[in-house]
């Protein structure tokens, strides 16, 4: 029986664009991702680096591209937070049936823009649904890495045949599953969290 639901946030609850940081930055020359961006931007999504040593470090790669050029395109992935779900996500919480948490890969220029789409009051409103809300620049981990689902589960005492983790990268939701963590791998564009009864 679920008790306890484990949420992603990106493409789950706002639609993110994952080709647009790409297309942005092949303005500037980016043509791949090399390993050496590829560690950058997990360092920077475990907060193992500030934003601004982030972004002048991808100055450095792309010279011919400012800092602001640089910050636009990263943040050109968040796209918009459709109400229903927020509405959803509210109901869910009313109930009071499962326990509710939050676990994101994100960084602090993509949570600040975030903040300053949806506006604070409905950030906040989402953020207040969940008991713990877990970003992996704040903790210093990152999915699909085991050690943060453990120390999800162990911070909050979750058994794993109880707890439901439900991303939309299907790297994640295996990576959970190895744990005995009940998965639900969804598939944007063709489901929508909002149908969360149907799955449990």
């Known amino acids: 029986m679920i008790k306890n639901i484990i949420f992603d946030f990106g493409d789950i609850f706002i ?5 647009a940081i790409f297309k942005h930055m092949a303005l500037f020359g980016f043509t791949e991702l090399t390993p050496e961006l590829d560690i950058l931007a997990k360092d920077y ?3 193992l680096m500030s934003s601004d040593s982030y972004v002048t470090a991808l100055n450095e790669i792309f010279p011919q591209a400012d800092k602001e050029r640089i910050v636009s395109a990263w943040n050109s992935i968040i796209l918009d937070f459709p109400e229903h779900r927020l ?12 326990r509710l948490f939050l676990l994101s890969n ?4 993509h949570i600040t823009y975030v903040k300053e789409t949806m506006g604070l ?5 989402f953020k207040n649904c969940f008991e713990k809300f877990y970003l992996s620049h704040e903790i210093h981990m990152r999915k699909p890495n085991a050690d943060i689902y453990k120390y999800v589960l162990a911070q909050n005492g ?11 990268t299907k790297e994640n939701t295996d990576s959970a599953s190895l744990l005995g963590i009940k998965v639900w791998n969804l598939s944007v ?3 929508d969290i909002t149908e969360l009864t149907k799955r449990i």
């Open 15 to 19: 639609n993110l664009d994952k080709p």
């Open 45 to 47: 999504e475990m907060g």
């Open 87 to 98: 509405d959803f996500i509210e109901k869910l919480k009313k109930q009071n049936t499962y």
């Open 106 to 109: 994100t960084n602090d220029l």
């Open 121 to 125: 009051d409905r950030y906040n409103r």
């Open 158 to 168: 979750l058994r794993p045949t109880e707890t439901l983790f439900i991303d939309d």
């Open 189 to 191: 564009g063709q489901e």
